[in-house]
């Protein structure tokens, strides 16, 4: 039976709401929920826009059971595309209560919702930090995970839980077993091509991209490069960067593979999404400065505590099982983020 509402949680979101596009475009009913804070009502206005078609919206915290049985009880939901969360690696240091209480409490409470609204189909917003600093890029979805800050942790934590709760379906074969694609994302980057949505950041961006395109529209004076002297081809990090379409467009392909045979049993297996190509960061700051026309200031600062070297994916397993790779290239990035960010300088409130 083909799911043909999909609930996003953190719909409002960047990644959220690109994937939004892509589900209605491809023919899905979309009911998002989310607690807006770290979004805007607009991009879902926006979303709209593009697309033509309407999706429903609830302002429910993914922490609220109550809400989320109303809410199940009242759609029909096939299948959730779970991205709420916090994501800043900085503040989880300083506040790792707000990020467990939120990602991972947040995450218990809604797969027990879904497990007694009869839900069990589940795609995860992970990510490459779950990697950690022991396993070597490019990074394959067989090699051991082990996070190194909170905000990591809370990823791999909540990979641990889906995983159990799989696992626990094969101890006890069910007519209905959980079906739970955990997707890591690397650097997601761009905008949509229209120019209408794209990530806007609260106050001073964590991001590269996001950064680089405020020093451009002068919202910001100059770009702190963190270290030049990594073991890399130019001295600066090296990560594997992401169209935040493309990364969408995953999403929707994971969606069809939860239906096929490689699920019949149910299960819970993760993919890279990621091109497989590592950019530096100097890499990035010339074709910004190829696409926009504009001069990037910027200044060397020292290394910062946690981050790697390089890391960027091996996302041949995606190909083979999702059908999926990814099409754009970083000039499409640099481009699509520049025409977002100079149509909405200062974001959703331009
Ligand atoms: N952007 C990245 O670089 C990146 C990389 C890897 C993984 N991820 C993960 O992808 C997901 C989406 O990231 P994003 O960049 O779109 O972030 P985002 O902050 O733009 O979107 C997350 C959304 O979730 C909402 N939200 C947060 N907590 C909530 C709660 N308790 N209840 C309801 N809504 C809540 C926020 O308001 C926001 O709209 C996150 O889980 C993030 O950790 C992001």
């Known amino acids: 039976m083909k799911h043909n509402t999909i609930l996003v949680t953190g719909g409002a979101g960047y990644i959220g709401g690109h994937t939004c596009v892509e589900l209605l475009a491809a023919g899905f009913n979309v009911v998002v929920i989310d607690n807006l804070s770290n979004s805007k009502i607009e991009s879902l206005e926006r979303v709209q826009k593009i697309t033509g078609k309407p999706l429903a919206f609830e302002n429910i915290d993914i922490r609220n059971l109550t809400g989320l049985r109303a809410l199940f009880a009242k759609y029909d939901i096939g299948a959730v595309m779970h991205f709420a969360g916090l994501k800043a ?5 300083q506040k790792p209560l707000a990020y467990y ?42 090699m051991p995970i082990g996070a190194i800050n909170p905000y990591g942790r809370t990823k791999a934590m909540i990979e641990d839980i889906l995983r159990d709760l799989a696992n626990a379906d094969q101890l006890t074969p069910t007519q209905k077993p959980w079906k739970i694609a955990l997707l890591r994302y690397f650097n997601p980057i761009g905008a949509h091509p229209s120019g209408l949505i794209g990530e806007d950041p609260n106050g001073i961006p964590n991001n590269l991209l996001p950064y680089i395109s405020q020093v451009a529209v002068g919202k910001l004076a100059q770009l702190s490069v963190f270290g030049n002297d990594y073991p890399t081809k130019d001295g600066t990090g090296i990560r594997d960067y992401i169209h935040v379409v493309d990364l ?5 392909k994971a969606i069809d593979v939860l239906e096929s045979f490689l699920f019949n049993a149910g299960g819970c297996k993760a993919y890279n999404l ?7 960061v100097m890499e990035v700051i010339a074709a910004f400065e190829q696409a926009s026309g504009q001069r990037i200031h910027y200044k060397i600062s020292p290394r ?20 999926w790779k990814a099409e754009k290239n970083l000039l499409d990035m640099v481009a699509d983020t520049w025409n977002w960010q100079s149509q909405n300088p200062n974001g959703y409130d331009s």
């Not at 797969?111 to 490019?138: K, N, W």
């Not at 969408?248 to 929707?252: E, L, S, W």
């Open 89 to 93: 690696v900085g503040e989880s240091c």
């Open 101 to 142: 209480q939120n990602n991972v409490y947040g995450t218990l409470v809604l797969l027990e919702a879904m497990r007694d609204a009869d839900v069990r189909h589940i795609i995860f917003s992970s990510s490459a930090t779950v990697y950690g600093a022991s396993a070597t890029p490019p990074y394959t979805e067989d």
């Open 248 to 252: 969408a467009r995953g999403h929707v």
């Open 274 to 280: 990621g091109t497989g190509i590592g950019y530096s």
């Open 304 to 323: 910062r505590a946690g981050d790697l070297a390089e890391c960027y994916a091996n996302p041949d397993l995606a190909y083979q099982e999702l059908g």
